[in-house]
């Protein structure tokens, strides 16, 4: 790593890279990995059989118990840190672009630099944490297939750090990211859903305005996202994962106080709250009615759940499935 390099990045960012935007992306990318180490991608044999063993058996599993169809993506990749930078750069210009494009700046020198500095930052804490990622490629162009990707070096220092089996852990990881495949697998119409919802947020943010139903859709449809793997996850893995689980968010919730801040910021905490939400939803749907009966939101956007029936499961069963049984 080479911190003076990231800083030099970052206090020189133009946007000569990528046009005279509000944020000079190869500068994001320099800085990021400049501070960022790409950790050891070096696999042995029973670990690239490992990785592809557990995402055909969760695969299989995950299939078998939700009573869902779903290809893998084309792309599934071992990652080391700055493959993940790298890929997830391309992810937030395609998200930022619109406020970019068309988004008033009060000098725009100064605001370049510090846009250019807070994602730099941002990329840098997630890919040192991030462990793996389905990517759905919202507001992609053309037809470009979505990814899977295990970032190998956080994989392993977690696994270390937490002190656990680093080949459970692995395939731990890989139920969960594989569960994701199949929300978008078994509902074709999600990234629409998503990415529509989205644009209309950013439009309006571009305009200088907040659109707070774009913004409450999105946080309701990824609230039911998260809760669903979390569900299917739960009933597919094929041992006990308390522990797992428990070590893992101590872990999370632990670190100095720039982690803290750093999580505070990315919103992470958030997103924890979206899986609780969301498992909670979906557990007193298959309780009650199947998990075969919980698969039911992913038929058409109209069965996502709205957000008086994520506090209340039971009139989204008397909606969407009140003559399913167990």
Partial sequence: MD???????VATASGDGTGTGAIDWIAVADAAKNVTDPGDLTLSEADRQG???DVRDARRRLRDVGDVEFDLPDSIEVQSRHHWIDANIRTFERVMRPIEERGRVTLPGVTRVVNTGTMAFMLSFLGKNVLG?????LLAEGDEEHGLYFIHPNIVDAAESLDVDFPRFRRWIAFHEVSHAAEFGAAPWLSDHLETRMQDGLDALADGQFDREAFSDLDTAMTAV?????LLMDRAFDEEYEDLREKLDARRKGGGPVARLARRLLGLGMKRRQYERGAQFFETVADERGVAAASAVWERPENLPTEEELENPWKWIARVNPDSRL
């Fill in 51 to 53: 990785y592809a063993t």
């Fill in 226 to 230: 998260e809760g669903y793997a979390e």
């Fill in 133 to 137: 990622q389905y990517d759905p490629l």
């Fill in 3 to 9: 911190i003076l390099r990231s800083v030099h990045a």
